[in-house]
């Protein structure tokens, strides 16, 4: 009976910090849960609340009237083309 009644204290105490080390992960899990929920990806967000507000700009007319800007863009695309022309099987030969 002694010895019964060890191994049921014994297993009772095993028990018992299983149930907390699981809540305590339980709660890890939530907080982290509940935080990734709240995060949201900041371009969309913010071209939305843009839109809504009225103050999204029209990019088309911002190059089309703005030389300065449509210089820096043009030569942006070029820079660009030429990373992905580099990249190409073809311009290996």
Request: glycine share 2%.
């Amino acid at each position: 009976m002694i010895f019964f009644s060890s191994a049921a204290i014994w297993l009772c105490a095993v028990v018992q910090l299983d149930l907390s080390t699981a809540r305590t992960h339980q709660k890890l899990e939530l907080i982290t849960a509940f935080a990734l929920c709240l995060q949201v990806d900041y371009i969309p967000y913010m071209d939305e609340l843009a839109d809504q507000i009225g103050v999204k700009p029209n990019f088309l007319r911002l190059i089309l009237t703005d030389p300065a800007l449509a210089s820096k863009v043009s030569a942006l695309l070029v820079w660009l083309t030429v990373i992905v022309f580099r990249k190409l099987p073809c311009a290996e030969k």
